[in-house]
């Protein structure tokens, strides 16, 4: 009867509902479909409970999309509880809260259905940039979600993690392009060195000629740096150092420029040491040049030299002439460092102070020959104003006892004249060390007397915190 009406009423709803009730096998059940139809869904839902069918009140809330209730029925038990509606309903409020911008609900939601292509979203979204570089572990390999981490990862310069998805979805190229453009070259480098990728190198040494080309020297020695290409930094600064000491600026400024490249030259040395791969190691060590293994034989070279040079000056203007004088001949042996002209000049300046005219006549023997002929004449006119009055000769005698042998030599010089021993400067006096106990820096390895070091908190040649 009922069929008919909805017919004549041309209700295919209805004609559809009239269907479904034939095929019900119960009054109960017939009684919740016509209250789901009409709209009475707490009473339909009140139904099926009563009838302990739980998985059909959970059915019709799946149709109506109440997720939230759908989930309140399966934690309350009974039939229709799966893993696979969990997943879906926890999903779907997910997306609810979503669909609302409520990105930080949406994620608790995301975690229990697992959905890791939404947590990505929300994570982003809500700049917690932690947790999303740590769904790069959970992602399993070559998956293209890890692209997208990595792309979400490189807008906000996450170098590091987004070069790692990259390499776990085996795009390493885009890896090390990724990282390049980030200017993070130490990863670039380490990548290409893992997967055997030899443009890296090219691409980093084009880069730096590049800026070269614009004069950013700095922006250079940074790239190489931060590529673990230390020697070639070392070499820049370097550079910038002795051209600094041609112009003969500020002494201090070309010292820390040349602490700086031996600094570069240590990190060098370390690098190699902790290399992991010994046969890497004696590679890289076999294929350096003469040009560099000179380099690194000599890194601290040039920073004694500046650093005796002030010592001196300081030691001078704070009335130590024969201290002073005894540091200024440590100069003696950096003639390749600083201009033999600066060398001389100095020696003779505290040698006159100190009234040892002797040394002072060897100096000037030396500017004498000055490659500047108004030099060299002026040099002439000073030495005969001095030596008319003065004969040149020292005097102080001061000797110091070799530890290797029973000779002597002058408190100036560092060499035994009997065994050739050669001493080492005490890096805060000057003074040859010949007592076997004694200060070393841990970086620079330059030694002091132990008596000496205890009012310095940072080693004077290096400036390394003295622990």
């Known amino acids: 009867m009922s069929e008919r009406a909805y017919v004549r009423c041309q209700d295919y ?7 479904r009730l034939h095929k019900l096998d119960s009054e109960n059940k017939q009684s919740a479909e016509i209250a789901a139809y009409q709209g009475k869904y707490e009473a339909a839902e009140r139904l099926y409970l009563d009838m302990d ?23 309350s038990g009974g039939a229709g509880g799966n893993d696979t ?99 993070q070259w130490d990863r670039a480098v380490e990548i290409a060195h893992e997967n055997n990728i030899s443009t890296v190198d090219d691409l980093l040494a084009k880069y730096a000629a590049h800026l070269l080309e ?14 673990n290409h230390f020697i070639d930094a070392a070499k820049l600064v370097f550079k910038l150092a002795h051209d600094s000491s041609e112009i003969q ?20 040395n370390g690098y190699m040491q902790n290399d992991k791969s010994s046969l890497d190691t004696l590679m890289h060590a076999n294929s350096a040049s003469i040009e560099d293994s000179r380099l690194i034989d000599n890194a601290w ?4 030299a500046y ?33 033999p002209e600066t060398i001389y000049a100095i020696i003779a300046l505290t040698a006159t102070i100190a009234r040892s005219f002797g040394t002072c006549s060897n100096a000037f023997i030396k500017l004498e020959n000055s490659e500047r002929e108004e030099s060299r004449e002026q040099y002439e006119q000073l030495a005969v104003e001095i030596f008319t009055r003065y004969p040149p000769r020292d005097s102080r005698a001061a000797k110091v006892e070799c530890s290797n042998c029973e000779g002597s030599m002058t408190d100036y010089g560092s060499t035994c004249s009997i065994c ?38 940072t080693c004077p040649l290096c400036h390394t915190l003295i622990a």
């Open 249 to 268: 600026s500020h002494a201090l400024r070309t010292k820390k420029l040349y602490v700086l490249g031996a600094l570069l030259i240590e990190q060098y």
């Open 307 to 339: 650093h005796f040079l002030l010592l001196a000056q300081r030691q001078l203007y704070e009335g130590f002439t024969d201290a002073a004088l005894r540091t200024a001949h440590a100069l003696v042996d950096y003639e390749d460092v600083i201009s």
């Open 214 to 227: 614009k004069g950013k020297i700095l922006d250079a020695i940074e790239l190489y740096r931060k590529a």
């Open 53 to 75: 069918r739980r998985d059909l009140a959970v059915n019709l809330r799946v149709k109506l999309g109440d997720w939230f209730r759908v989930v309140q029925l399966l934690k």
């Open 85 to 183: 509606l969990y997943q879906k309903a926890w999903n779907a409020i997910g997306d609810y809260y979503s669909d609302r911008l409520k990105w930080a609900s949406a994620v608790s939601y995301y975690q229990q259905s697992q959905n890791l292509e939404k947590l990505v979203e929300c994570y982003y979204l809500l700049e917690d940039y932690d947790k999303l570089a740590a769904l790069i572990e959970q992602v399993p390999d070559n998956n293209l979600l890890l692209e997208n981490i990595a792309s979400k990862c490189s807008s906000v310069g996450m170098c590091y993690e987004a070069s790692k998805a990259l390499v776990k979805c085996n795009m390493v190229k885009e890896a090390v392009d990724c990282c390049v453009s980030l200017n």
């Open 301 to 304: 070279r040039g920073a004694e």
């Open 13 to 19: 709803q209805g004609i559809q509902l009239v269907k």
């Open 420 to 457: 050739d021993t050669k001493y080492q400067r005490c890096i805060v006096t000057g003074a040859p060390l010949t007592s076997s106990h004694f200060w070393q820096c841990e970086t620079c390895k330059h030694r002091a007397q132990e008596t000496d070091i205890v009012s310095f908190s």
